[in-house]
C-alpha cells in the first residue's frame, strides 16, 4: 500500500496539465477549451495534438469532432483549471490543416460573420469530418495480366462492350468510382472477379511525375499571348496578381489558361481550375488531358465521400497536379499551388446559396494572396464587381476581342413579335395552337435545318407549362406550400406520365379532369416549358405525309439530364453533326461547344429586362450573350434571333447594338448613381418563419438593436419575393454601406446580439454577405 501511493504522488508530480482551443462544429461564435493531461506514467505517454490536427471530445452530452487551433496557459482561460474537461482523445499524429487552411478559416469567419467551427465543417470533407483516418485507400480494377480477349470473350461475350472499357484504361485499369461513372456495373466486376479474369488492387501513391506536354500548344494570337506573358510575369515574380481575361466567346480563353498552365505545371507547381457546372468537368477534363499527360483530379459534389477525400488528401500531398473541381474546391488545401483559374467567372453558381455563403471568385482572389500566385477570372460577360475592380485597379484587365481560330462572333437580330403574328399549327380536329414562333423565326430554322446544320433555341423553362388555367373561372394550379404556380408536366407522347410539380419545393399533384372550384372541364396550359416547344418543333417540322420527325429534337433540361450518363449521350448525339434542333434551358449557356450550331434562337429571353429586381437586367444580358455564344463556333458563321415583344426597350437595344461590355458600363453607370452594389456593400439579412408576422417582427427589433451613428441604408423589413415557401414565410432586410469596413465594424457589433434575441430562438435568421439575388 506504502508503494503505491508513494508512486501516486510521485506520478502527481510529474502531471503537468496543459490546454488546448477547439474549434467544434456548433453554432456559436466561440471556441472550447479542453485540457490535455500530459501524465508521464500513462502508457502511451499522453502527447499535446498539434494545432491543426483533429481532436474527439466530449461537448455536453455528445461527442464531437474539432480542429485545434490554439495551444493555451491556464492563465489564458476563462474557465477554472478544475472545471475542464479533457480531451477524449487525438485523431491526428501531424496536422491536418496548415497555417494558411487556418488563416482563411478565420478570414472567412470574419469576412462572412459565421461561427469558425462551422466554417472547418464546411470546409472538410465528410468523412474526414467524421474523424476517418486520412489515407481512406480507393479499390481498382485491372484485368489480369494473364488474360487475353480469347479468354475473355469466351467466358463473357455479352460484356464484350464493358470488358473493353476496362481494357482501355491499360494495364493498370481504374478506379472504381471512375468504372461505375463510365457506366460499368459493379455486379459485372465481381461476377469476372469470381471467374478470375480480373482483379481488385489498392493503387499505391507514389510521387508524381513531372508534368509532360501531350500534345504541342497552338500559335497564340496577339492578345493571347499578351494574357499569357501577363500572367506568367506575375507567377515568376511570385506575386499575387488578380486577372480578368475578358474575352468574348470563342476568343480561345481555354488555350491562354492551357498556355500559362503549362509554365506553372512545369515548374513543378499545382493548378487549381473552377468550373460552374458538374455538367462541364468530364467535358473540361477531356480537354486538359489531352494537352498535358499530369495527375488529374476532378472534385464535385456528384462523387462519393471516399473519392472526395481522396481527393482532398491528393492536393494536400501535391499528388494531385491539375485540380478541376466546382465551388468547393476553392477551399481545399494544396501543397503547393501555383496558379488559380476560375473558368466563367460571372456564373451565379459560385455562389454558396446557404450555410456559410461564400463567393468562390473572391475566396480565389483571397487564395491567390495566400500563396502569392496568380488568379484568373475568366468569362465573355463579366459582372459588375469584377469590372469595377478592374476600374478600381484591383483586378488586371486582359481582352481577348475577336474569336480564335477562323470564327467569327455571330451576328444578333430583333424580331419584333409585335408586328409578326406568332404562327398556328393546324390540330387534327381543324383548330389552332399558338407555337409562340413566329414565321420569320421558323423560316430561319427551317433554312438552317436544310444547309445541314443544327439550332439551338433556349427558352428557360423546363416542363410542358407554367400554368394550369380555368377558362371559365380563372382559377389557377397554384402550390399549397408556396406563392408559386404549379409547373403542368405533360406529354403527348406519353400521357401516362402527367402531373402538376412545385419547381420550389417539389410538391406534386395529379393534373385535375375538371376545376375544382367550378366543376368547368375547360382547363388549359398556358405559356410554354421546352417539353411543349419541342412538341410544337415536332409538329411544325414533321413530314405531313408520314407525320415523322424530319429533324430530331432534342430537348436540354433537368428533366432529361436527370440519369447520370444522359448527358454524355445527348453530347454524342449533337457532336455526330447531323441537322437537328435543340431545346435548352440556361444548361446550354454554360461553356459548351456546339461546332455545328450556326442558328440560336431566343423566343422571350429578354422578359428578365422588367423585373423588379436590380441585378435582373445583368443577369439576363449575360444569359443572352452566353447562349448567343454558342452559335457559330465552327467554321461557319452564326446568327442569333431574338424573339421580343418589347423592341423599344433601351437596354435591350443597347446589348444587341453595342455588345455586353458598353451595356455593363451603361448599367455600372446606373448603379453609381442610385448607390446600389458595387458602389457600395450589401449585407442582406433573411428571416424565415410560421408567420410573415412573426419574421417582420424580428427583423423590426434587430433594427433596433442597430448602434445609434451607424452611417448604414437600411431597407427594409420587407417581404421577401417568394414570401412563402415550402409552407414558410420569409421577409428581408438589406444594408447598404459605403465602405466595406464600415459594414464590417457594424455586422460585429450588432449581428451576435440580433441572433440572441428572445424571438429568434423558433426562427432562422440567415446573413449574407455580398449577396448576388434577393
Ligand atoms: P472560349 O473559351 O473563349 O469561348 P475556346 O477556348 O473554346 O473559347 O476556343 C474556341 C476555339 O478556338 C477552340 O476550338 C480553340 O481550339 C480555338 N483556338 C483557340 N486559340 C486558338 C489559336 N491561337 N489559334 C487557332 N485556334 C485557336
Ligand atoms: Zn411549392
Known amino acids: 500500500l506504502f508503494l503505491i501511493i508513494n508512486l501516486s504522488n510521485h506520478a502527481r508530480q510529474l502531471t503537468r ?79 491536418i490543416l496548415d497555417e494558411l487552411m487556418l488563416t482563411l478559416a478565420s478570414w472567412l469567419a470574419r469576412y462572412y460573420h459565421y461561427p469558425l467551427g462551422d466554417v472547418l465543417s464546411v470546409m472538410l470533407p465528410t468523412l474526414i469530418r467524421q474523424g476517418k483516418p486520412l489515407d481512406l485507400l480507393i479499390t481498382h480494377w485491372r484485368i489480369l495480366a494473364n488474360v487475353n480477349d480469347d479468354d475473355f470473350h469466351a467466358n463473357a461475350n455479352k460484356q464484350k462492350q464493358q470488358f473493353n ?97 503549362q509554365a506553372v505545371l512545369e515548374a513543378g507547381q499545382q493548378v487549381l481550375i473552377l468550373v460552374p457546372e458538374i455538367g462541364l468537368t468530364p467535358q473540361t477534363r477531356a480537354r486538359f488531358a489531352s494537352r498535358f499527360a499530369a495527375q488529374i483530379v476532378l472534385l464535385h459534389s456528384g462523387m462519393s465521400n471516399t473519392y472526395r477525400m481522396q481527393g482532398w488528401q491528393d492536393c494536400r500531398t501535391g499528388h494531385a497536379q491539375i485540380i478541376i473541381g466546382t465551388r468547393s474546391a476553392v477551399l481545399y488545401p494544396f501543397a503547393n499551388l501555383g496558379l488559380i483559374i476560375v473558368d466563367e467567372a460571372h456564373d451565379a453558381s459560385y455562389k454558396q446559396q446557404d450555410t456559410l455563403r461564400y463567393h468562390a471568385a473572391d475566396v480565389a482572389l483571397y487564395r491567390g494572396l495566400q500563396y502569392r500566385i496568380p488568379v484568373v477570372l475568366g468569362t465573355a460577360t463579366p459582372t459588375l464587381e469584377h469590372l469595377k475592380l478592374v476600374h478600381d485597379g484591383k483586378l488586371i484587365e486582359c481582352q481577348l476581342r475577336t474569336r480564335a481560330g477562323s470564327a467569327k462572333l455571330a451576328t444578333m437580330q430583333l424580331i419584333d413579335a409585335r408586328l409578326q403574328p406568332t404562327h398556328q399549327q393546324p390540330q ?55 406563392d408559386a404556380h404549379l409547373t403542368v408536366h405533360y406529354s403527348n407522347q406519353a400521357h401516362y406520365h402527367s402531373y402538376l410539380k412545385c419547381h420550389h419545393c417539389d410538391w406534386q399533384a395529379y393534373i385535375p379532369a375538371v376545376c375544382p372550384d367550378c366543376g368547368s372541364q375547360n382547363l388549359d396550359a398556358k405559356g410554354m416549358g421546352t417539353t411543349r416547344l419541342s412538341e410544337n418543333l415536332h409538329a411544325i417540322f414533321a413530314n405531313p405525309q408520314t407525320s415523322k420527325n424530319l429533324y430530331p429534337i432534342i430537348q436540354i433540361d433537368r428533366d432529361t439530364t436527370r440519369r447520370k450518363d444522359s448527358w454524355e449521350k445527348i453530347y454524342q448525339q449533337i457532336n455526330q453533326g447531323k441537322p437537328a434542333i435543340l431545346v435548352g434551358t440556361q444548361m446550354v449557356a454554360k461553356g459548351h461547344h456546339f461546332p455545328n450550331v450556326t442558328l440560336v434562337c431566343l423566343p422571350n429571353a429578354d422578359r428578365g429586362f422588367l423585373s423588379a429586381d436590380f441585378r435582373s437586367p445583368e443577369h439576363t444580358a449575360q444569359l443572352m450573350i452566353q447562349v448567343a455564344g454558342r452559335a457559330g463556333r465552327g467554321d461557319k458563321v452564326g446568327h442569333v434571333l431574338i424573339q421580343t415583344l418589347q423592341p423599344d426597350n433601351p437596354l435591350l437595344l443597347k446589348l444587341v447594338k453595342d455588345g455586353y461590355l458598353p451595356f455593363a458600363q451603361e448599367l455600372l453607370q446606373e448603379r453609381k448613381m442610385m448607390g ?99
Open 165 to 261: 472499357m476496362l481494357k482501355l484504361h491499360g494495364k493498370h485499369g481504374a478506379s472504381e468510382e471512375v468504372l461505375l461513372l463510365e457506366g460499368m456495373q459493379r455486379s459485372f466486376l465481381t461476377t469476372l472477379e469470381d471467374k478470375g479474369l480480373i482483379e481488385r488492387y489498392i493503387q499505391p501513391k507514389t510521387a508524381p511525375k513531372p508534368v509532360s506536354l501531350a500534345k504541342m500548344p497552338l500559335d497564340l494570337n496577339n492578345e493571347q499571348k499578351i494574357a499569357v506573358d501577363a500572367i506568367l510575369e506575375a507567377h515568376s515574380a511570385g506575386r499575387y496578381s488578380g486577372f480578368l481575361l475578358n474575352g468574348i466567346t470563342g476568343s480561345g480563353k481555354t488555350e491562354v489558361y492551357l498556355q500559362a498552365m
Open 676 to 774: 446600389l452594389p458595387p458602389y457600395s456593400h450589401a449585407a442582406l439579412i433573411r428571416c424565415e418563419g410560421k408567420t410573415l408576422a412573426a419574421t417582420t417582427q424580428a427583423l423590426k427589433d434587430a433594427i433596433s438593436l442597430l448602434p445609434a451613428a451607424h452611417n448604414l441604408a437600411v431597407l427594409g423589413p420587407i417581404d421577401a419575393p417568394m414570401s412563402k415557401k415550402n409552407s414558410r414565410y420569409h421577409s428581408q432586410l438589406l444594408l447598404l454601406a459605403k465602405d466595406r469596413n464600415q459594414l464590417h465594424h457594424v455586422l460585429n457589433q450588432w449581428w451576435q446580439p440580433v441572433l440572441a434575441l428572445p424571438n429568434v430562438k423558433y426562427l432562422k435568421l440567415t446573413l449574407d454577405i455580398d449577396p448576388v439575388g434577393w
Open 17 to 95: 496539465v496543459m490546454l488546448v482551443q477547439v474549434a467544434l462544429p456548433v453554432p456559436l461564435y466561440r471556441v472550447f477549451d479542453y485540457s490535455v493531461s500530459t501524465d508521464a506514467s500513462a502508457l502511451p505517454t499522453p502527447v499535446l495534438p498539434e494545432i491543426g490536427s483533429r481532436v474527439e471530445v466530449s461537448f455536453g452530452r455528445q461527442t464531437l469532432i474539432g480542429i485545434v487551433i490554439a495551444h493555451i496557459n491556464e492563465a489564458d482561460s476563462s474557465v477554472p483549471i478544475n472545471k475542464l474537461k479533457p480531451i477524449n482523445q487525438c485523431l491526428d499524429d501531424a496536422p
Open 428 to 482: 387534327d380536329d381543324g383548330a389552332r395552337y399558338d407555337t409562340g414562333l413566329t414565321d420569320k423565326l421558323i423560316g430561319a430554322i427551317r433554312q438552317t435545318l436544310e444547309a445541314g446544320d443544327q439550332v439551338l433555341i433556349f427558352l428557360n423553362r423546363r416542363g410542358y407549362a407554367p400554368v394550369l388555367l380555368c377558362e371559365a373561372c380563372g382559377w389557377q394550379a397554384d402550390c399549397p406550400r408556396c
